[in-house]
């Protein structure tokens, strides 16, 4: 069974200073790993994936995540927020090797203060 | 199509009343899931469809609420007597393989409200 704790529902940063996203996950399988983004009344995006290649993902609009197995963790940053970056942030684990459904977080909001 | 189609994009129904919720897939993925979002809430699983296998329904709230898949492609959501509690947006997404590597692409959803 796949499960994924993000360890706080909301996150309020000042524009332009570093953003931590916090996601622990429990698997019995190796997982595959995501985060979505979610902007006010808009659809859900990928921001980025591990699939058991490196352990450093990059993904779009400057964040980037690292899976650490030893803490079975996979939290978000970004170096600099931006005012565009307010929005809710879902972590998501999904078994890797074969189908499987995919297990949401409850969400962190993100907050921007200008 | 380019992308997850969900229709209608909000239903306001009465409550006892049954209500259809229709997605539409990318052409060609195998893989077609079901959620919930209530206000200010997570996404919350209700079915996954894989394939020709039988549908994974562990998600599902009540016997109120099922679903289906014709031909590998469009899925229909149905609840049966609607309550207020089953006010949400309902998501559809689909995804290219059974493996997990594979991301899921997600609809506009589906704004449910019963009256």
């Known amino acids: 069974a796949q499960s994924v704790t993000q360890l706080d529902s909301h996150v309020s940063v000042s524009e332009g200073t570093p953003v931590l996203l916090r996601c622990n996950y429990s698997?019995?399988?190796?997982?595959?790993l995501f985060w979505y983004v979610q902007h006010p009344n808009k659809g859900l995006q990928l921001l980025l994936k591990?699939?058991?290649?490196?352990?450093l993902v990059k993904g779009i609009n400057g964040f980037e995540a690292e899976f650490k197995k030893s803490e079975t963790s996979f939290h978000l940053t970004k170096p600099s927020a931006h005012m565009s970056d307010a929005a809710e942030y879902f972590c998501?684990?999904?078994?890797?090797?074969?189908?499987?459904?995919?297990?949401f977080g409850s969400g962190t909001r993100l907050s921007i203060r200008p | 199509g380019a992308g997850v189609s969900q229709s209608p994009s909000n239903k306001v129904t009465e409550k006892g009343k049954d209500v259809e919720l229709r997605c539409d897939p990318i052409?060609?993925?195998?893989?077609l899931y079901w959620y919930r979002q209530s206000l200010g809430q997570g996404l919350e699983f209700l079915i996954y469809f894989q394939g020709n296998s039988a549908p994974d329904k562990s998600g599902l709230p009540s016997d109120r609420f099922s679903a289906e898949r014709t031909g590998g492609s469009v899925s229909t959501l149905t609840i049966q007597r609607t309550q207020q509690e089953d006010s949400a947006v309902y998501l559809c997404a689909s995804s290219l393989a059974s493996q997990g590597d594979t991301e899921a692409f997600f609809g506009q959803g589906t704004r449910l409200t019963v009256v």
């Open positions: 998501v684990v999904r078994r890797y090797s074969s189908a499987s459904k995919i297990i």
């Open positions: 591990y699939t058991s290649a490196a352990t």
């Open positions: 698997s019995s399988y190796s997982p595959s």
């Open positions: 052409s060609g993925h195998t893989a």
